[in-house]
């Protein structure tokens, strides 16, 4: 499968500060990318879809202002938490599609958290 | 709203016996169908994809499609303890790049 990867693995930040995770497809060129956050025990939920050259698209609930999201390659995305709290404190997922193919594969995640 | 409903478990299976996944879901314009399997503190990987009604074999998973009746399972035979892990069933409403839906996940114990 392709592979796709994310940095930094894990971090640690003081509430109040902003703090940004980068997505990158290695093998392949991703014009859509996926940003999700998973609770402790609980499942994924998409938080916006990056599109290459234009601006993401956030689902409901999801503040675009806080989460910014900037897509300016066929190979990387990325996730600024904007004045970050510790209820922001969660784990990370990107993931991309290869090709115009439906399957879709994960980063190893980041993992936040705010004091 | 668009919805994927799995059992949470967790699902306990002896070694060697067959783990039955199943996944409900509620756009009947499903299209795409996909098992994650999620190990703790891990990320998802893509276990099988399924796209038409039947059966998909690729070494010992199993995924099968009804569109008639909603449902999507995945087949674990001769279950190791090493299967052991959360399994994500997603939908998309296309059959192309598209934003999934996913389900909470079943958790799979494979006992010795």
């Known amino acids: 499968g392709a592979v796709v990867s994310q940095h930094p693995s894990w971090v640690i930040c003081k509430s109040g500060t902003s703090v940004k995770i980068e997505c990158r497809s290695l093998?392949?060129?991703?014009?859509?990318m996926f940003w999700y956050r998973q609770f402790p025990k609980q499942s994924l939920m998409l938080m916006a879809t990056s599109n290459e050259g234009s601006k993401a698209t956030y689902e409901q609930g999801v503040e675009k202002d806080k989460f910014l999201i900037n897509h300016a390659s066929l190979t990387l995305s990325t996730l600024t938490v904007t004045s970050a709290h510790p209820e922001d404190s969660s784990f990370y997922i990107c993931?991309?599609?290869?090709?115009?193919?439906?399957?879709?594969?994960f980063g190893p995640g980041t993992r936040l958290t705010v004091l | 709203q668009k919805e994927v409903e799995q059992n949470s478990g967790p699902l306990s299976v002896p070694e060697g016996a067959i783990a039955s996944l199943n996944c409900t879901y509620s756009d009947r314009g499903s299209q795409s169908f996909f098992w994650y399997r999620q190990y703790s503190g891990k990320s998802p990987e893509l276990i099988m994809s399924?796209?038409?009604?039947g059966d998909k074999e690729d070494g010992r998973f199993t995924a099968q499609l009804n569109k008639a009746s909603q449902y999507v399972s995945l087949l674990i035979r001769d279950s190791q303890p090493s299967d052991s892990a959360t399994y994500l069933c997603?939908?998309?409403?296309?059959?192309?790049?598209?934003?999934?839906?996913f389900g909470t996940g079943t958790r799979l114990q494979v006992t010795l």
């Open positions: 399924i796209y038409s009604n």
């Open positions: 993931s991309a599609p290869s090709g115009n193919l439906p399957e879709q594969f």
């Open positions: 997603a939908v998309s409403s296309t059959g192309t790049a598209s934003k999934l839906t």
């Open positions: 093998d392949f060129q991703a014009t859509t």
